[in-house]
């Protein structure tokens, strides 16, 4: 082992920074956000020094005690790992737009208790990227879980409230599932450890890996939103505070995803049973869930709930990409989680400007607001050209890749649906355009609000530009994911 | 109707995972693999390796004890979601708290107040002991946590606080977290990694000191978290 104790500093210091935050911030609540954003950036620093460690050597584990697997804990950073970069610059981003926006929004004596809980939600999503151990995965989830329940519901707004408990309802449910699975595997196997796992499912009876298969997927496809177990979404993920609904829309969801990748990687390695039922499915679902996100988007006027429904549909994008099982699906999926992460980021930090700088959600009320607020409405413009996937925007790479992975798998249907996809996407889309700049205000007020505070404008900005580079150095998502994602597949000859 | 649907797609969902169990190993038998494993190597040589005489605390504080440190945090996770959804702005004057309607009786104030003693004592046996007897910091914390809610209830929620100001317990309330960060630095500083204990050399000495440390934590934070999240839910502050 030796050197390396980044993964240690990665997942414990946004935990410990989380259980200091009330006591530091007890006469002060204002410093909460400061100190959030310090701890954070050590996090950042370990993701950025973990990530170069894996493009130069590869993948590497750590033994936590020093027990080595299946004795004790390992966690095993590999190049869906590199996921954290996402997860870090996101987090470090919208915690920076919530220095201004907390003050503005949350009741005063809450707003310790909202950074610790961000924190928290940031650390457990760090914890699941880099765990190699089904069970510690689990209570990684829990943690992030729990804190984003509790930060949907952290303004207090009665409607706020409604929509986190049904949020927690439809999580504890499929973190039921997930631990009930977890502990099928466990009872078949003995063991906990993913590598190992794979290699001791081979010889065990197939029709509890099935089931325990079964809840996996159920329960992560109710953390990704995908259709028909999206009911949770849109409610908690327009009503929360913007900086939330970054973290929540941008990174929690993709952790289902994540944790998908996760299962498939142990399931190609196993390779106990044919996976092409499982693939259908997830394919069928994927393409629904574009069309009917899209559909749903058009029709609404709230700003957040429009974006809150395009998530569903890229999510669908993702699970399509996943289900074609071809190498360029699966590259395309991987990619698209970290672009969509970047681009609903970027829209849903926007949208939370205009709302704090204007008080108007509606997108009739917003008219008119691209000439008050130019920066904020370039970078949503900028935002909502790379969610159409137009190049050489971000998004246009990943849906891309998942048309090549549709063709290649022999599936034309899905690349076609993939296109009308974009198609509703790029509607809805320019009806927000066109109000903000094209249409007279409904409120000519609105004429005189001027852009948000610098700390809120500079995470946008950043996400921006972020988005339009991505489109032109889209090689460097690409360098980690086009690796991993032709290990997975190498068991089965992909 | 509803009641039906919903009926139906229950026994619907517990036929695969009723017949999925059945076939499970079955338990107790000599082949199942979570005996054969690793479970051996923690019978065999976990006394030994890990200073823990209780075999489950030699998993859950040392062979797993990252989980346990996730948990905690899981615990603590919920106080803060707690705090965050439920605490009300402090009103300008401290109104006083409406009396309850029924006075407590003086026979459970009695019986609380007279067993409070043995019921800390107890509970400091089984956090302190955990290592080398069933129980430990959670069981103990939690016994400590319903005797502060037990407390609250006969002498009002104002004077149990008294106990436990303000700024002790913001300090308390993350102590399982802390403390598992304290040990597990330390361990990493001297032994290599993360939450390492000793297991030869000059520094053994150390090993069954840094389990009760970690005993210790999780069982004042327990406690904390406990009674706060009950002060929380009553309205009286966390």
Redesign the interface.
Known sequence: ??GG?WP?VLI?TP??G???T??LA?RRPQIAGYWALFVFSIVTLAAGVLMYRVSTQGPFS??????RP????ELRFDEFSASIGVICLIGWLSLMFSLAYAKHAL????IP??F??VL?CLGGMN?FAVTG?I??LF??L??LS??G???V??T?ERIA?LA?FKYLVMGAISSLSIL?AVG?M??????LNMTDLAM?LRDV?P??V???V?ALTLGFSVKAALLPLHIWLPDAHSIAPSPVSAILSGLVVKIGVLGMLRMYQILYKAQIFDLSALNTTLMWLGAISIVLGALFAMVQEDIKMMLAYSTISNIGYIFMGLGLASKYGIIGASVHIFNHALIKATLFLGAGALIHQTGYRNLEDLRGVGKAMPITSAAIAIGAISIVGIPPTAGFLCKWYIALGAIEAGRLFFAVTLLFGALFIFVYYIRMLNAFYFMPPAHPEILDVGEAPVTMLIPIVVLAMLCLLMGIFGRIPLSFIEPAVTNMLAPIGG | MRRALTLALLILASVPLLYAVSLLPPVGSEDNPTYTYVVPHYLEEGPEETGCENIVTAVILNYRGFDTGGEVTVIFTALMAVFGVLLIPRPAEKVRQPESAVPVSPVTLFIVRTLAPFIVVFSVYQIINGHSTPGGGFQGGTIIGALLIAASLVMGSERTQRLLPEGVRRWLQPAAVLMFAVVGVTGMLLFGEYLSYPIEGEYLFLRVPFLTLVEIGIGVGGAAIVASIFWAMEGSDG
């Not at chain 1, 750590?62 to 027990?67: A, I, N």
């Not at chain 1, 299946?70 to 804990?73: A, N, R, W």
């Open positions: 082992m030796g104790q240690v414990i935990l410990i989380a259980a200091l009330p006591i007890r750590y033994y936590m005690g020093g027990w299946p004795l004790g804990i009741p005063e004596r809450r208790y909202y610790a809980l928290l914890g151990d069970f510690n209570v990684f829990e943690i729990l804190s329940y509790a930060l519901a952290i207090g409230e986190a009930l099928f466990y009872a078949l196997t003995g063991t001791r009876e029709f509890p099935a089931v325990a079964g």
